[in-house]
Protein backbone atom coordinates (compact mmCIF):
# COMPACT_ATOMS: atom_id res chain seq x y z
CA UNK A 1 0.00 0.00 0.00
CA UNK A 2 1.70 3.37 -1.05
CA UNK A 3 1.85 6.14 1.31
CA UNK A 4 1.86 9.81 0.50
CA UNK A 5 2.63 12.01 2.91
CA UNK A 6 0.90 15.67 2.58
CA UNK A 7 0.83 18.03 4.79
CA UNK A 8 -2.09 19.78 6.59
CA UNK A 9 -1.17 23.45 4.72
CA UNK A 10 -1.46 24.75 1.57
CA UNK A 11 0.62 27.76 1.72
CA UNK A 12 -0.38 30.97 0.51
CA UNK A 13 2.00 33.47 -1.41
CA UNK A 14 2.01 36.99 -0.18
CA UNK A 15 3.92 39.62 -2.64
CA UNK A 16 4.85 43.02 -0.98
CA UNK A 17 3.94 46.03 -3.11
CA UNK A 18 6.88 48.22 -4.21
CA UNK A 19 6.66 52.08 -5.83
CA UNK A 20 9.46 54.05 -7.26
CA UNK A 21 9.32 57.03 -8.88
CA UNK A 22 11.36 58.56 -11.74
CA UNK A 23 12.00 62.32 -12.23
CA UNK A 24 10.04 64.27 -14.37
CA UNK A 25 11.53 64.34 -18.15
CA UNK A 26 10.34 68.16 -18.77
CA UNK A 27 12.42 70.61 -19.98
CA UNK A 28 10.36 73.32 -19.22
CA UNK A 29 10.00 72.66 -15.21
CA UNK A 30 9.34 76.43 -13.71
CA UNK A 31 12.17 78.03 -11.75
CA UNK A 32 11.26 77.16 -7.85
CA UNK A 33 11.02 80.94 -6.37
CA UNK A 34 11.34 80.13 -2.47
CA UNK A 35 13.45 76.49 -2.10
CA UNK A 36 12.10 75.19 1.07
CA UNK A 37 15.94 74.87 2.69
CA UNK A 38 15.35 71.35 3.82
CA UNK A 39 15.08 69.46 0.28
CA UNK A 40 13.60 65.90 2.37
CA UNK A 41 9.57 66.96 2.71
CA UNK A 42 7.82 65.93 6.24
CA UNK A 43 5.48 63.09 5.69
CA UNK A 44 1.88 63.57 7.12
CA UNK A 45 1.71 63.56 11.07
CA UNK A 46 -0.64 61.11 12.38
CA UNK A 47 -3.36 62.48 13.94
CA UNK A 48 -2.93 59.12 16.75
CA UNK A 49 0.72 58.54 17.41
CA UNK A 50 1.32 55.18 19.46
CA UNK A 51 2.17 56.43 22.78
CA UNK A 52 4.34 53.53 23.13
CA UNK A 53 6.11 52.64 20.47
CA UNK A 54 7.94 49.21 19.69
CA UNK A 55 11.63 50.52 20.10
CA UNK A 56 12.84 47.31 18.24
CA UNK A 57 10.45 47.00 15.25
CA UNK A 58 10.43 44.15 13.09
CA UNK A 59 12.52 44.92 10.25
CA UNK A 60 10.67 41.82 7.95
CA UNK A 61 7.05 41.99 9.40
CA UNK A 62 4.68 38.50 8.40
CA UNK A 63 3.23 39.02 5.05
CA UNK A 64 -0.50 39.06 5.37
CA UNK A 65 -2.80 37.60 5.04
CA UNK A 66 -0.78 34.83 7.14
CA UNK A 67 0.35 31.22 5.75
CA UNK A 68 -1.77 28.60 6.51
CA UNK A 69 -0.66 26.59 9.35
CA UNK A 70 0.33 22.36 9.30
CA UNK A 71 -1.97 21.67 12.27
CA UNK A 72 -0.99 19.03 15.22
CA UNK A 73 -1.08 15.72 13.18
CA UNK A 74 0.34 15.08 9.71
CA UNK A 75 -2.43 13.49 6.83
CA UNK A 76 -1.34 10.62 4.90
CA UNK A 77 -3.01 8.16 2.34
CA UNK A 78 -3.76 4.98 0.63
CA UNK A 79 -4.56 7.08 -2.46
CA UNK A 80 -2.20 8.98 -3.55
CA UNK A 81 -4.64 11.16 -5.52
CA UNK A 82 -6.50 12.70 -2.09
CA UNK A 83 -5.20 16.11 -0.53
CA UNK A 84 -5.52 17.18 2.41
CA UNK A 85 -5.53 21.14 3.79
CA UNK A 86 -5.66 23.03 7.42
CA UNK A 87 -7.27 25.85 9.05
CA UNK A 88 -8.77 26.62 12.80
CA UNK A 89 -8.57 23.33 13.80
CA UNK A 90 -9.93 22.02 10.47
CA UNK A 91 -8.20 19.49 8.31
CA UNK A 92 -10.02 19.26 4.71
CA UNK A 93 -9.92 16.18 2.69
CA UNK A 94 -10.42 15.71 -0.81
CA UNK A 95 -11.41 12.82 -1.57
CA UNK A 96 -10.64 11.80 -4.87
CA UNK A 97 -11.96 8.54 -6.03
CA UNK A 98 -14.38 5.62 -5.00
CA UNK A 99 -13.83 2.40 -2.97
CA UNK A 100 -16.17 0.24 -2.35
CA UNK A 101 -13.98 -1.49 0.27
CA UNK A 102 -12.63 0.22 3.46
CA UNK A 103 -9.41 -1.01 2.83
CA UNK A 104 -9.13 0.75 -0.20
CA UNK A 105 -9.66 4.35 0.88
CA UNK A 106 -7.57 5.26 4.21
CA UNK A 107 -6.75 7.98 5.70
CA UNK A 108 -3.90 7.70 8.32
CA UNK A 109 -3.71 10.53 11.20
CA UNK A 110 -0.45 9.92 12.92
CA UNK A 111 0.11 9.59 15.86
CA UNK A 112 -2.11 11.00 18.72
CA UNK A 113 -2.01 7.94 20.62
CA UNK A 114 2.11 8.37 20.94
CA UNK A 115 0.58 12.49 22.02
CA UNK A 116 -1.52 10.99 24.68
CA UNK A 117 1.04 8.90 26.17
CA UNK A 118 -0.73 5.43 25.95
CA UNK A 119 0.84 2.15 26.33
CA UNK A 120 -0.66 -1.70 26.00
CA UNK A 121 -3.39 -2.47 28.70
CA UNK A 122 -4.81 1.41 29.07
CA UNK A 123 -8.68 2.24 28.95
CA UNK A 124 -8.61 4.53 26.87
CA UNK A 125 -11.82 6.89 24.88
CA UNK A 126 -11.00 8.34 20.96
CA UNK A 127 -13.25 10.78 19.85
CA UNK A 128 -12.74 12.78 16.57
CA UNK A 129 -16.16 14.87 14.33
CA UNK A 130 -16.46 14.11 11.05
CA UNK A 131 -18.36 15.87 8.31
CA UNK A 132 -18.82 15.34 4.82
CA UNK A 133 -20.24 16.85 1.95
CA UNK A 134 -22.42 13.80 0.93
CA UNK A 135 -22.99 10.51 2.39
CA UNK A 136 -20.84 7.70 3.74
CA UNK A 137 -22.59 4.85 4.05
CA UNK A 138 -20.31 2.85 6.27
CA UNK A 139 -17.90 5.25 7.92
CA UNK A 140 -14.69 3.50 9.54
CA UNK A 141 -12.54 4.61 11.80
CA UNK A 142 -10.63 2.90 13.79
CA UNK A 143 -7.16 3.71 16.44
CA UNK A 144 -4.43 1.17 15.69
CA UNK A 145 -1.52 0.69 17.78
CA UNK A 146 0.93 -1.45 15.24
CA UNK A 147 0.77 -1.42 11.86
CA UNK A 148 1.75 -4.38 11.23
CA UNK A 149 -0.30 -6.16 13.50
CA UNK A 150 -3.27 -3.97 12.43
CA UNK A 151 -4.12 -4.40 16.31
CA UNK A 152 -6.60 -1.86 17.98
CA UNK A 153 -10.13 -0.42 18.84
CA UNK A 154 -12.47 0.52 16.01
CA UNK A 155 -16.23 1.58 15.65
CA UNK A 156 -18.12 2.23 12.16
CA UNK A 157 -21.36 3.74 11.07
CA UNK A 158 -23.05 5.88 8.96
CA UNK A 159 -21.92 8.86 8.36
CA UNK A 160 -25.17 11.69 6.99
CA UNK A 161 -24.03 14.22 4.83
CA UNK A 162 -23.51 18.17 5.55
CA UNK A 163 -23.86 16.55 9.47
CA UNK A 164 -20.85 17.18 11.63
CA UNK A 165 -21.16 13.10 13.71
CA UNK A 166 -19.04 12.88 16.76
CA UNK A 167 -17.17 9.25 16.70
CA UNK A 168 -16.59 7.62 20.03
CA UNK A 169 -14.74 4.67 20.66
CA UNK A 170 -13.91 3.13 23.74
CA UNK A 171 -11.41 0.20 24.35
CA UNK A 172 -8.40 -1.55 25.67
CA UNK A 173 -5.02 -1.00 23.97
CA UNK A 174 -3.98 -4.13 22.95
CA UNK A 175 0.05 -3.21 21.84
CA UNK A 176 2.23 -0.28 22.83
CA UNK A 177 1.99 2.33 20.14
CA UNK A 178 4.85 2.73 17.60
CA UNK A 179 5.82 5.25 14.79
CA UNK A 180 3.11 3.57 12.37
CA UNK A 181 0.34 4.12 15.00
CA UNK A 182 -2.16 6.06 13.83
CA UNK A 183 -6.31 6.88 13.93
CA UNK A 184 -7.06 5.47 10.63
CA UNK A 185 -10.59 6.80 8.66
CA UNK A 186 -11.65 4.10 6.03
CA UNK A 187 -14.90 5.39 3.52
CA UNK A 188 -16.88 2.65 2.12
CA UNK A 189 -18.76 3.53 -1.40
CA UNK A 190 -19.52 5.82 -3.47
CA UNK A 191 -17.06 8.55 -1.90
CA UNK A 192 -15.35 9.83 -5.23
CA UNK A 193 -15.45 14.08 -5.26
CA UNK A 194 -16.15 14.14 -1.97
CA UNK A 195 -14.90 16.81 0.77
CA UNK A 196 -14.30 15.25 4.38
CA UNK A 197 -13.86 17.55 7.38
CA UNK A 198 -11.95 16.15 10.21
CA UNK A 199 -11.47 18.18 13.66
CA UNK A 200 -11.47 17.90 17.46
CA UNK A 201 -8.76 14.48 17.13
CA UNK A 202 -8.61 13.42 20.98
CA UNK A 203 -6.92 10.53 22.60
CA UNK A 204 -7.33 10.19 26.43
CA UNK A 205 -6.61 7.50 29.04
CA UNK A 206 -9.77 6.47 31.13
CA UNK A 207 -8.50 5.72 34.80
CA UNK A 208 -10.97 6.52 37.46
CA UNK A 209 -14.36 7.13 36.82
CA UNK A 210 -17.39 6.04 38.30
CA UNK A 211 -19.36 3.38 37.54
CA UNK A 212 -23.09 4.23 36.45
CA UNK A 213 -24.52 1.73 34.30
CA UNK A 214 -24.21 -2.02 34.19
CA UNK A 215 -25.14 -3.71 30.92
CA UNK A 216 -25.07 -7.86 31.26
CA UNK A 217 -24.24 -10.19 28.47
CA UNK A 218 -23.87 -13.89 27.69
CA UNK A 219 -22.98 -15.71 24.19
CA UNK A 220 -26.25 -17.27 24.12
CA UNK A 221 -30.01 -17.15 25.98
CA UNK A 222 -30.67 -20.35 25.62
CA UNK A 223 -29.14 -23.69 26.91
CA UNK A 224 -30.16 -26.97 27.59
CA UNK A 225 -30.08 -28.84 31.22
CA UNK A 226 -26.87 -29.72 32.96
CA UNK A 227 -24.98 -27.12 30.52
CA UNK A 228 -23.19 -23.99 31.33
CA UNK A 229 -22.59 -20.62 29.90
CA UNK A 230 -20.91 -17.43 31.23
CA UNK A 231 -22.01 -13.87 32.65
CA UNK A 232 -20.46 -11.01 31.60
CA UNK A 233 -21.11 -7.66 32.94
CA UNK A 234 -19.93 -4.29 31.38
CA UNK A 235 -19.90 -0.55 31.84
CA UNK A 236 -21.38 2.42 30.16
CA UNK A 237 -17.90 2.69 28.44
CA UNK A 238 -18.28 -0.77 27.90
CA UNK A 239 -15.46 -2.47 29.51
CA UNK A 240 -15.85 -5.19 31.53
CA UNK A 241 -16.39 -4.94 35.30
CA UNK A 242 -14.24 -8.02 36.87
CA UNK A 243 -15.94 -8.04 39.56
CA UNK A 244 -19.76 -7.71 38.86
CA UNK A 245 -21.81 -9.86 41.07
CA UNK A 246 -24.77 -12.13 38.71
CA UNK A 247 -27.62 -13.27 40.58
CA UNK A 248 -31.14 -15.25 39.45
CA UNK A 249 -34.64 -12.83 39.95
CA UNK A 250 -37.06 -15.49 39.12
CA UNK A 251 -38.25 -16.92 41.65
CA UNK A 252 -37.67 -21.20 43.14
CA UNK A 253 -35.12 -21.24 40.39
CA UNK A 254 -33.93 -24.75 39.43
CA UNK A 255 -30.91 -23.73 37.42
CA UNK A 256 -27.37 -22.03 39.81
CA UNK A 257 -25.26 -19.51 39.33
CA UNK A 258 -21.56 -19.50 40.85
CA UNK A 259 -19.48 -17.09 40.34
CA UNK A 260 -20.11 -15.86 36.27
CA UNK A 261 -21.25 -19.25 35.55
CA UNK A 262 -24.87 -20.22 34.97
CA UNK A 263 -25.76 -23.93 35.48
CA UNK A 264 -28.95 -25.22 33.75
CA UNK A 265 -30.88 -26.93 36.03
CA UNK A 266 -32.76 -30.69 35.20
CA UNK A 267 -36.43 -28.79 35.04
CA UNK A 268 -37.40 -26.56 31.32
CA UNK A 269 -37.43 -23.40 33.14
CA UNK A 270 -36.97 -19.41 31.89
CA UNK A 271 -35.04 -17.60 34.24
CA UNK A 272 -34.22 -13.91 34.84
CA UNK A 273 -30.67 -12.98 35.92
CA UNK A 274 -29.25 -9.36 36.79
CA UNK A 275 -25.85 -8.19 37.10
CA UNK A 276 -24.95 -5.94 40.22
CA UNK A 277 -21.75 -3.34 40.46
CA UNK A 278 -22.34 -1.55 43.87
CA UNK A 279 -25.51 0.07 43.91
CA UNK A 280 -26.11 -0.34 40.45
CA UNK A 281 -28.32 -2.93 38.71
CA UNK A 282 -28.36 -3.79 35.23
CA UNK A 283 -32.09 -4.82 33.78
CA UNK A 284 -32.49 -8.23 33.67
CA UNK A 285 -32.12 -10.57 30.60
CA UNK A 286 -33.90 -14.22 30.01
CA UNK A 287 -32.25 -17.51 29.73
CA UNK A 288 -34.64 -20.60 28.30
CA UNK A 289 -33.47 -23.81 29.86
CA UNK A 290 -34.81 -26.93 28.08
CA UNK A 291 -34.82 -30.39 29.10
CA UNK A 292 -33.65 -31.77 25.36
CA UNK A 293 -30.64 -30.36 23.32
CA UNK A 294 -31.19 -28.06 20.59
CA UNK A 295 -28.53 -29.40 18.24
CA UNK A 296 -29.47 -26.74 15.68
CA UNK A 297 -29.01 -24.19 17.67
CA UNK A 298 -25.20 -22.96 15.86
CA UNK A 299 -26.75 -24.74 12.71
CA UNK A 300 -28.23 -22.13 10.22
CA UNK A 301 -27.30 -20.50 7.43
CA UNK A 302 -27.84 -16.93 8.89
CA UNK A 303 -24.95 -17.31 11.97
CA UNK A 304 -21.43 -17.59 11.64
CA UNK A 305 -19.25 -18.88 14.46
CA UNK A 306 -15.55 -18.40 15.20
CA UNK A 307 -13.72 -21.65 13.88
CA UNK A 308 -10.95 -21.34 15.94
CA UNK A 309 -13.36 -21.73 19.21
CA UNK A 310 -16.22 -23.51 18.06
CA UNK A 311 -18.48 -24.37 20.59
CA UNK A 312 -18.40 -27.84 22.39
CA UNK A 313 -21.01 -30.50 21.63
CA UNK A 314 -22.48 -28.86 18.76
CA UNK A 315 -22.42 -28.73 15.27
CA UNK A 316 -21.33 -25.14 13.92
CA UNK A 317 -20.96 -23.37 10.33
CA UNK A 318 -19.35 -20.86 8.25
CA UNK A 319 -20.79 -19.96 5.11
CA UNK A 320 -18.66 -17.70 2.33
CA UNK A 321 -20.88 -14.31 1.79
CA UNK A 322 -18.38 -13.70 -1.37
CA UNK A 323 -15.23 -12.98 1.35
CA UNK A 324 -13.30 -15.54 -0.27
CA UNK A 325 -14.18 -15.54 -3.56
CA UNK A 326 -17.30 -17.35 -3.94
CA UNK A 327 -20.75 -17.32 -2.47
CA UNK A 328 -22.75 -20.12 -0.55
CA UNK A 329 -26.23 -20.13 -0.17
CA UNK A 330 -27.36 -22.97 2.68
CA UNK A 331 -30.79 -24.67 2.98
CA UNK A 332 -32.57 -27.67 4.29
CA UNK A 333 -30.14 -27.58 7.47
CA UNK A 334 -30.80 -30.01 10.43
CA UNK A 335 -28.77 -31.19 13.18
CA UNK A 336 -29.09 -34.35 15.53
CA UNK A 337 -26.90 -35.84 18.19
CA UNK A 338 -25.68 -38.19 15.41
CA UNK A 339 -26.28 -36.84 11.77
CA UNK A 340 -26.54 -33.03 10.15
CA UNK A 341 -27.31 -32.59 6.26
CA UNK A 342 -27.19 -29.52 4.08
CA UNK A 343 -27.63 -28.61 0.38
CA UNK A 344 -25.41 -25.95 -0.52
CA UNK A 345 -25.64 -23.73 -3.67
CA UNK A 346 -22.31 -22.19 -4.64
CA UNK A 347 -20.98 -20.12 -7.40
CA UNK A 348 -17.18 -19.26 -7.68
CA UNK A 349 -14.45 -21.82 -6.17
CA UNK A 350 -13.33 -21.09 -2.61
CA UNK A 351 -12.14 -24.31 -1.16
CA UNK A 352 -13.09 -23.30 2.22
CA UNK A 353 -16.44 -22.02 1.25
CA UNK A 354 -18.13 -23.50 3.10
CA UNK A 355 -16.78 -25.13 7.09
CA UNK A 356 -18.24 -26.87 9.22
CA UNK A 357 -16.88 -27.52 12.62
CA UNK A 358 -17.46 -30.00 15.79
CA UNK A 359 -16.25 -28.11 19.03
CA UNK A 360 -14.63 -30.60 21.55
CA UNK A 361 -14.56 -30.46 25.50
CA UNK A 362 -12.01 -32.94 25.49
CA UNK A 363 -9.57 -34.98 23.67
CA UNK A 364 -11.62 -37.46 21.74
CA UNK A 365 -11.95 -40.09 19.00
CA UNK A 366 -14.56 -39.84 16.03
CA UNK A 367 -16.43 -41.43 14.21
CA UNK A 368 -18.34 -41.02 11.50
CA UNK A 369 -20.20 -41.33 7.99
CA UNK A 370 -19.94 -38.44 4.93
CA UNK A 371 -21.79 -38.43 1.49
CA UNK A 372 -21.67 -35.95 -1.00
CA UNK A 373 -24.52 -35.72 -4.04
CA UNK A 374 -21.79 -35.22 -6.54
CA UNK A 375 -18.26 -36.44 -6.46
CA UNK A 376 -15.07 -34.68 -5.40
CA UNK A 377 -12.97 -33.92 -2.71
CA UNK A 378 -13.72 -32.58 0.97
CA UNK A 379 -10.72 -31.54 4.03
CA UNK A 380 -11.47 -33.34 7.54
CA UNK A 381 -8.58 -31.96 9.69
CA UNK A 382 -6.28 -30.98 7.17
CA UNK A 383 -6.88 -34.45 5.46
CA UNK A 384 -8.24 -34.30 1.88
CA UNK A 385 -10.83 -37.40 1.54
CA UNK A 386 -12.39 -38.67 -2.33
CA UNK A 387 -15.80 -38.43 -2.40
CA UNK A 388 -17.81 -40.38 -5.29
CA UNK A 389 -21.26 -38.79 -5.97
CA UNK A 390 -24.16 -40.97 -3.09
CA UNK A 391 -21.37 -43.45 -1.35
CA UNK A 392 -20.75 -43.03 2.32
CA UNK A 393 -17.31 -43.23 2.83
CA UNK A 394 -16.13 -43.54 6.81
CA UNK A 395 -13.99 -41.25 8.43
CA UNK A 396 -12.51 -42.49 11.97
CA UNK A 397 -10.08 -40.03 13.49
CA UNK A 398 -8.49 -40.73 17.15
CA UNK A 399 -6.91 -38.22 19.93
CA UNK A 400 -8.38 -35.73 18.75
CA UNK A 401 -8.54 -32.68 20.38
CA UNK A 402 -9.92 -28.23 20.06
CA UNK A 403 -12.38 -29.44 16.86
CA UNK A 404 -13.53 -31.44 14.17
CA UNK A 405 -13.04 -29.35 10.83
CA UNK A 406 -14.57 -30.07 8.18
CA UNK A 407 -14.04 -27.74 4.64
CA UNK A 408 -16.62 -28.63 1.64
CA UNK A 409 -13.47 -28.56 -0.61
CA UNK A 410 -9.93 -29.98 -1.59
CA UNK A 411 -7.15 -27.99 0.09
CA UNK A 412 -4.67 -29.51 -1.62
CA UNK A 413 -2.63 -28.50 -4.87
CA UNK A 414 -5.30 -27.52 -7.45
CA UNK A 415 -7.50 -26.48 -4.91
CA UNK A 416 -11.05 -26.77 -5.77
CA UNK A 417 -14.53 -26.91 -4.13
CA UNK A 418 -17.14 -29.75 -3.61
CA UNK A 419 -19.69 -26.81 -5.26
CA UNK A 420 -23.58 -27.45 -5.07
CA UNK A 421 -24.69 -30.76 -3.37
CA UNK A 422 -26.59 -32.11 -0.67
CA UNK A 423 -23.84 -33.12 1.81
CA UNK A 424 -24.97 -35.49 5.28
CA UNK A 425 -23.08 -36.31 7.79
CA UNK A 426 -24.16 -39.69 9.55
CA UNK A 427 -23.30 -42.30 12.73
CA UNK A 428 -21.75 -39.41 14.35
CA UNK A 429 -20.06 -40.86 17.63
CA UNK A 430 -17.56 -39.04 20.08
CA UNK A 431 -15.90 -40.83 22.93
CA UNK A 432 -13.06 -40.24 24.79
CA UNK A 433 -9.83 -40.85 24.64
CA UNK A 434 -7.87 -42.68 26.97
Same mark, same amino acid.
Given at each position: ????????????????????????????????????????????????????????????????????????????????? +??????????????? %????????????????????????????????????????????????????????????? %?????????????????? %?????????????????????????????????????? @?????????????????????????????????????????????? %????????????????????????????????????? #????????????????????????????????????????????????? @??????????????????????? #???????????? +?????????????????? +????????????????????????????????????
Amino acid at each position: MKKLKIFGAAVMAASLLFTSCAPAENPTDPEIVNPDPDPTPDPDPDPNPDPNPDPNPDPTPDPDPKPVENGEFTITFSDAN +NAVTYKDGVYTVSVA %NANDSEWGNQIFIANPNKAAGVAAGDKIHTSITLEADKEITTMFVKNQFNGVLYSGIDTQK %NLPANEATVFDIYGIVAD %NYDETSSIVLALRGNAADTILKISEVKVEKLTDYTVNK @VEIKTSTTTISAGETVKLSAFDQYGFEIEDAVFEITSENPVSTISG %NVLTGGNAAETITVVAKSGDIVSEAISIIVSVSKDYA #KYWNPTTTTEGANPPADYFSIWADQNWCGSNVVLSDMTATETSVSLTQT @VTGACWFGTQIWYGLSKTSNLSF #KVTSSVAGAITV +NDVVYTLEADTAKAITLE +NVSGKLAIQLGQHAEGETSLGSCTFTISDFTVTAAE
